[in-house]
């Protein structure tokens, strides 16, 4: 079954060229392309408008982003995400503010 165009991968490679291949939370070293260290800081299901929005697009590695994903309370006690968490609230902020 063929996938629907989102116009991610387009904007995943487009942020792969433009950054430094390096978590945005530790540092480390990504070595290699894979759409499992494109981390969403919103979800795309419930703000869907942010979905090609770089500034919510956070380089991580695949273990990180799977801590940021589904073990986010484990997420919050990592200081090294607690800017991927301020972006978040400014975001929410910024999208409601646009909904007034």
């Known amino acids: 079954m063929k996938r629907k165009k989102t116009g991610e991968l387009e904007l995943f490679k487009e942020i792969w060229n433009e950054r430094p291949h390096e978590s945005e939370v530790s540092g480390e070293l990504i070595y290699e392309f894979s759409v499992s260290c494109f981390a969403h800081v919103l979800s795309k299901g419930a703000y869907p408008s942010y979905r090609l ?6 380089l991580m590695t695949p273990e990180e982003h799977h801590l940021f994903d589904f073990k986010t309370d484990k997420a919050k006690q990592d200081k090294r995400f607690s800017w991927v968490f301020d972006r978040k609230e400014e975001l929410v902020r910024e999208y409601y503010d646009s909904q007034l």
């Open 53 to 58: 929005d770089k500034r919510n697009i956070v």
